[in-house]
């Protein structure tokens, strides 16, 4: 994905933009509002980062501009703040999502991939089927292998939220954020239990193992390799 | 802020402007005085003057019905000519043309009734009209044909009004003066008082909190806005010494951190590669603690200073389902057991995401030092006018003596510092119940630890 990156922290947007040439991305860089809103009109990129401070026009500033002139593409907006005033703002200003600094690489390429292939809401599949594994999103019914599984409400949440996004990186925060709403960093590691049991209900016993484990990323429900 | 200002001009201080006001008011009194006494005065000095004209009249007229025209003329010579003091002036003209002319022009003869003359003179005469001698003057006819005309000058009354003038322009000076002087006078002691004010509060900008403002002395409303000010004072000293008490706690507790990461980064120098990445990851683990710390202390201060405040209405209880159920794997995972007690919705007035944030980390702290397989128990009670929440854990609890140090930044029982923890857990939960007007009250409930919170409902 072509990705702009508008981040006036010298090292910081060095250390985002060779991330993302390693991970096969390209990537421009900005270093303050006024440029990054020239190059984000000129267009083109998949996704933007923005820091919401910047010197000049502010990333809310040149974010607003932007959506005003039309640009479309995903923006996730970097920020040193971590209240809810801020995340709210920066939300209501045309950002997509929100990640508070400092951050993991990895989780912000998760997020920004979770962003490009955001499927569009008109076709929302009602079936998905991740090689064995069916769902039915309406139902809320799970088969595996001809199997029905029963899932409690907390487990299937989080299994369609795995399966939407099949063969994506899915971070310990997104799930916080999405499924639980927690915008904060609980101490017991509630993810991993909640995984886990999942784990011993969709893949245990089955030939192959559908979810899989990124150590200190996130995980990911993916075809059997 | 420009504490070198110039010393401020006469007329901008307080002492000359109230001192002037007080002259302008005293002023335009005395002024109001004058023009009201000059009427009433000249009202009743012209009556007096008329009734006395009445009497004399009066008198001669019955002497002149009595023994003629000619009786009163030669009685009155002999009056006017014994050079008594005299207060009238004369005409009087018999029927035969015999004649008196005591001080009245001739004119008079063509008054009839009352009228009144101004005679020309070479003297100076007092009274608004220094040139002329004004006269009121009565007329009438005996019931032989005489003629009587009686006169009175105006001099008394004119007497009267310079004397009233002269009161007037010396008291009003005196009073205009004495009002300048008590203005300087107020404004010396208001300024005096206002003086200690501001010596008190310079001690108090130059970092001395401790000091107060001195009573004003000025009556009771003064004397509340320097208390109100102190109690400011107050809040402002506790919340100093609460500051200086976080900056050296931080400074303190992120030594031992930061001490620990320098150490392994100093380890990852030296070391083999094939030991290098271990390191290095111990190292970036290190820093995202150090971080949360920070990020925990960054929110921690947000909370306290109420700046971010959206408050809703909500169901407590919900939050707690919530919150709960995203708990259970966890706690149940190392043989643990969540209960929740509730009987029904807990409405209130509160922030979603702070309130999950207080259940969540309690339920933390319930999990790290309640010990294995702990039960930990949330209640919410919808009370009248009042929600109770509370999560007890049957662990050890806390030595009585330290309950009330729990939710100080960084503080951590001698037990606990190995567990994984910034120590700002408590500190955050006292925070946000604080905002939501709550009470919070640490127990042990024999065994383990009681975390109670009573908020206001909505």
Same mark, same amino acid.
Do not use: C
């Given at each position: ?5 508008i981040e006036?922290?010298a090292?910081?947007?060095?250390f985002?933009?060779r ?6 991305h390209?990537?421009?860089?900005a ?43 995903p ?9 809810v005033?801020d ?9 997509d ?13 998760a997020?920004l991939?979770?962003?490009?292939r955001r499927?569009p809401?008109?076709?929302?599949e ?13 139902r ?7 199997r ?9 949440k989080?299994l369609?939220?795995l ?8 971070t310990?925060t ?13 101490r ?8 886990s ?6 893949d ?10 990124l150590?200190?990323v ?7 390799e | 802020?420009?504490?070198?200002r110039?010393?401020?001009?006469l ?9 002037? #006001?007080f ?5 335009? *009194?005395? @002024?109001?005085? $004058?023009?009201? /006494?000059?009427?009433? =005065? +000249? ?5 007096t003057?008329?009734d ?7 008198v001669?007229?019955?002497d002149?019905?009595?023994e ?5 003329i030669?009685?009155l ?9 005299e ?5 009087v ?19 009839s ?17 220094p ?6 003057v ?12 009686v006169g ?5 009354l004119?007497?009267l009004?310079?004397? #009233? ?6 008291? *009003?000076s @005196?009073?205009? $003066?004495?009002? /300048?002087?008590?203005? =300087? +006078?107020?404004g010396?002691?208001?300024?005096n ?6 010596a ?24 509340d806005l320097a208390?109100?000010?102190n109690?400011?004072?107050?809040r ?8 200086r ?10 030594r031992?951190?930061?001490t ?12 083999d ?8 990851a ?7 603690r ?7 202390l ?8 109420g700046?971010e ?25 190392g043989?643990g ?20 944030q207080?259940v ?14 702990g ?18 854990d ?14 100080r ?15 700002l857990?408590?500190s955050?939960?006292?925070?946000i ?6 009470e ?10 009681r975390?109670r ?6």
């Amino acid at each position: 994905m072509k990705v702009l990156v508008i981040e006036d922290d010298a090292r910081t947007a060095s250390f985002i933009g060779r991330g993302l040439t390693e991970a096969g991305h390209t990537a421009d860089l900005a270093h303050n509002g006024d440029d990054g809103l020239h190059l984000g009109l000129a267009g083109g990129y998949d996704v933007l980062v923005i820091d919401r401070m910047l010197p000049g026009l502010s990333g809310l500033e040149a974010l607003r501009a932007l959506r005003a002139e039309g640009v479309r593409a995903p923006v996730l907006l970097l920020t040193a703040l971590g209240s809810v005033d801020d995340r709210v703002a920066g939300l209501e200003g045309g950002a997509d999502d929100y990640l508070v600094k400092p951050f993991a690489f990895s989780e912000l390429l998760a997020r920004l991939n979770a962003l490009v292939r955001r499927p569009p809401l008109a076709d929302i599949e009602t079936q998905i089927r991740i090689a064995d594994l069916e769902i039915d999103t309406r139902r809320r019914r799970v088969i595996r292998a001809g199997r029905r599984i029963d899932l409690t409400p907390q487990e299937y949440k989080l299994l369609e939220f795995l399966a939407r996004r099949v063969g994506e990186t899915v971070t310990r925060t997104m799930l916080l954020e999405n499924l639980w709403g927690f915008h904060f960093d609980p101490r017991t590691n509630i993810v991993d239990a909640h995984v886990s049991r999942l784990r011993s209900k969709v893949d245990k016993g089955f030939d192959s193992e559908l979810i899989r484990t990124l150590r200190g990323v996130g995980y990911l429900i993916d075809e059997p390799e | 802020m420009n504490r070198n200002r110039p010393r401020a001009r006469l007329w901008q201080t307080t002492t000359f402007r109230l001192a002037v #006001l007080f002259a302008t008011i005293f002023g335009i *009194g005395s @002024a109001a005085l $004058l023009v009201v /006494l000059d009427l009433a =005065v +000249a009202d009743f000095a012209e009556e007096t003057a008329r009734d006395a004209l009445r009497d004399q009249m009066a008198v001669l007229k019955a002497d002149a019905n009595a023994e003629g025209g000619l009786a009163l003329i030669s009685a009155l010579r002999e009056h006017v000519e014994g050079g008594l003091p005299e207060r009238f002036s004369y005409v009087v003209i018999a029927p035969t043309g015999e004649r008196l002319d005591a001080g009245l022009p001739r004119a008079v003869e063509t008054i009839s009734g009352w009228g009144e003359l101004r005679i020309p003179t070479r003297e100076e005469q007092p009274g608004p009209d220094p040139y002329n001698i004004n006269l009121i003057v009565l007329t009438d006819r005996a019931s032989d044909g005489t003629f009587i005309a009686v006169g009175r000058d105006d001099y008394a009354l004119s007497e009267l009004r310079e004397w #009233l003038h002269k009161l007037a322009v010396w008291g *009003g000076s @005196a009073m205009v $003066l004495l009002a /300048l002087l008590g203005g =300087v +006078a107020a404004g010396l002691i208001l300024l005096n008082r206002l003086k200690a004010v501001g010596a008190a509060a310079e001690k108090v900008m130059r970092g001395d909190l401790s000091e107060r403002l001195p009573s004003l002395g000025l009556g009771r409303e003064f004397d509340d806005l320097a208390d109100i000010l102190n109690v400011m004072l107050e809040r402002v000293e506790d919340a100093m010494v609460a500051l200086r008490q976080v900056s050296s706690d931080v400074a303190h507790d992120l030594r031992t951190p930061l001490t620990r990461l320098r150490n392994t980064l100093e380890e990852a120098q030296q070391a083999d590669a094939s030991q290098r990445d271990g390191l290095l990851a111990e190292a970036i683990g290190d820093t995202d603690r150090l971080l949360e710390i920070f990020s925990a202390l960054l929110r921690l201060a947000q909370i306290e200073g109420g700046a971010e405040r959206r408050f809703i209405v909500m169901n407590l209880t919900e939050i707690v389902g919530d919150v709960v159920e995203a708990y259970r794997p966890a706690a149940e995972e190392g043989g643990g057991a969540l209960t929740v007690q509730a009987d029904g919705p807990a409405i209130m007035s509160g922030d979603p995401t702070m309130l999950a944030q207080v259940v969540a980390s309690l339920i933390d702290n319930a999990i790290t030092h309640g010990g294995p397989g702990g039960a930990i128990v949330i209640a919410v009670h919808a009370l009248d006018e009042q929600v109770e929440l509370s999560v007890t854990d049957n662990g050890p609890g806390a030595p009585a003596e330290e309950m009330s140090k729990l939710t100080r930044r960084f503080y951590r029982l001698d037990r606990s510092r190995n567990t994984v923890g910034s120590g700002l857990g408590l500190s955050m939960v006292a925070a946000i119940v604080d905002l939501h007007r709550g009470e919070l009250i640490l127990e042990n409930s024999h065994p383990g630890m009681r975390v109670r919170m009573i908020f206001p409902g909505g």
